[in-house]
């Protein structure tokens, strides 16, 4: 009896879809094969795979995406050429689909955006896009399966649901434990009690001051600038004679009464205020990085994403301290990887007003060939290929990881033991050595043996050095 939908990807890459498209399946009823050896790296059983395929298979689901095919030494995907696993299922399933009549015997899930040719006969199949959003893509996959008349038990399956559950989860649950725990909310304990807006006449005005003028953080927006530095006027240098400005209002903006909502609501109103300040604070983390000769890039979401270079940081790794350890650790914020280049560890920033004035942290991966650029595809950013090494990188590393390297950053962007920046003539911001944390009574246990990482990683030797 055809009662089993049989789901065909490439492992380990597509493995989270994978485990994400079989639970969803099961429950709802659905009799559902994924090949669990080959989620946990071991060998694929091809005689249960090619019986299940010739006699039980209802539908193959294949995960397609540019995972399911070789890669040149340069590690572009070579279109027309699938991995020998994946070729064996497709040419198994498409043999059996034809020999028995099977119609749309084999479903592609497209979960990248991939072509829809990326092999012989891929575009002649059905063929349901998951790459805006796995739940509509998922609701389009029900959708055939009940037309099709999938079988389907009266009960829902939860026999992999359960096995994950047991392989993956229950080792790791929550317990009782007084444990530390670290934010990524780089608070900002000191402003000065006011930052100024100038108003000028018009935008030009404000855009050849705002070009020349290089002393402090400042930004602008139309025909105003805004910075703590406070000024009556400003001069322009000229190829003749400079030439002085005075704004036409400056307005005096005191934090406080941002936080007290205490801001008229004539121009600059409270939103504009805020929206102000918070451009202020995103110029401060630029300055910050740029004083410490970091490098950056812009990220699909367009922000910044800041990382040491091979000049910033020779050592490519820096020593710091957590606060429920007696000794310093050392992290590498920047690695070999495989036979591509570096890797390194980035950071992205977006200020937060409330409910506590702080950088929002985030951690990222990215990767460069010589040290300082990152990858480039023509003249732009190679984002399809940063993400996929993100990715393979990322997911062997857990939240101990993390947390470490997130707090070696921190402490790297120290100068002469201190994290300064003056902001005017006469204040000058000091920023901690760590972000906020808080005790909890509660924790859990990072998975270390391999058995358990597995699923989420991708085994490669970046050959890195890392010491605790």
């Not at 060998?43 to 006699?55: S, V």
């Not at 899930?109 to 991939?114: I, L, Q």
């Not at 300040?277 to 004083?291: C, D, G, P, T, V």
């Not at 937060?352 to 650029?373: M, R």
Request: glycine letters at 4%.
């Amino acid at each position: 009896m055809r009662d089993t939908i049989f789901i065909s990807h490439a492992t380990p890459e597509d493995n989270d879809f994978s485990i994400w498209i079989a639970n969803r399946l099961q429950l709802l009823g659905y009799k559902v094969w994924l090949d669990k050896n080959g989620l946990l790296g071991g060998e694929k059983f091809w005689e249960e795979i090619d019986q299940l395929i010739r006699n039980k298979a209802t539908k193959v689901l294949m995960v397609y995406s540019k995972n399911i095919c070789q890669r040149d030494e340069y590690d572009n995907i070579i279109e027309g050429r699938l991995k020998d696993g994946i070729s064996k299922e497709f040419s198994l399933s498409e043999s059996v689909g034809k020999t028995n009549s099977l119609n749309d015997f084999i479903v592609l899930m497209n979960v990248d955006g991939a072509k829809y040719n990326l092999f012989i006969g891929a575009d002649r199949l059905n063929q349901i896009p998951f790459y805006d959003n796995w739940a509509d893509g998922f609701k389009q996959l029900e959708k055939k399966l009940r037309h099709d008349e999938v079988y389907k038990e009266d009960e829902n399956i939860t026999d992999f649901g359960n096995w994950y559950e047991n392989q993956f989860i229950l080792p790791n649950s929550v317990h009782e434990k007084k444990e530390l725990y670290y934010t990524n909310w780089w608070s900002i304990d000191n402003l000065p009690k006011s930052f100024f807006v100038y108003h000028f006449d018009n935008k030009s005005q404000a855009d050849i001051i705002s070009k020349q003028w290089y002393d402090f953080p400042k930004k602008g927006a139309s025909n105003n600038i805004f910075t703590f530095e406070k000024k009556d006027s400003f001069v322009v240098q000229r190829e003749k004679d400079d030439i002085e400005i005075i704004p036409k209002r400056i307005y005096e903006i005191f934090i406080s009464d941002i936080y007290n909502q205490n801001i008229s609501d004539e121009f600059p109103n409270q939103r504009d205020c805020e929206n102000y300040l918070k451009q202020l604070l995103s110029r401060i983390f630029h300055e910050l990085m740029k004083k410490r000769g970091l490098d950056w890039y812009e990220m699909s979401s367009k922000k910044n994403a800041y990382f040491h270079n091979l000049k910033s940081l020779p050592t490519q790794k820096v020593k710091y301290q957590l606060k429920n350890f007696s000794k310093p650790k050392t992290k590498n914020l920047i690695g070999k990887y495989k036979s591509f280049g570096k890797w390194h560890f980035a950071i992205t920033a977006r200020p937060i007003l409330f409910p506590v004035l702080c950088f929002n942290l985030k951690s990222h991966i990215t990767f460069t060939s010589d040290g300082y650029k990152v990858w480039q595809k023509g003249t732009k950013v190679d984002t399809e290929k940063l993400h996929s090494h993100r990715r393979a990188k990322g997911k062997r590393m857990f939240n101990e990881e993390w947390r470490d390297i997130f707090l070696a950053f921190i402490s790297s962007l120290k100068i002469d033991e201190v994290i300064k920046l003056p902001l005017s003539s006469n204040y000058n911001l000091i920023m901690n050595d760590f972000p906020i944390e808080y005790w909890a009574n509660f924790g859990y246990k990072d998975p270390k043996d391999l058995k358990r990482e597995s699923i989420l990683n991708l085994e490669f030797n970046d050959n890195e050095e890392e010491h605790e």
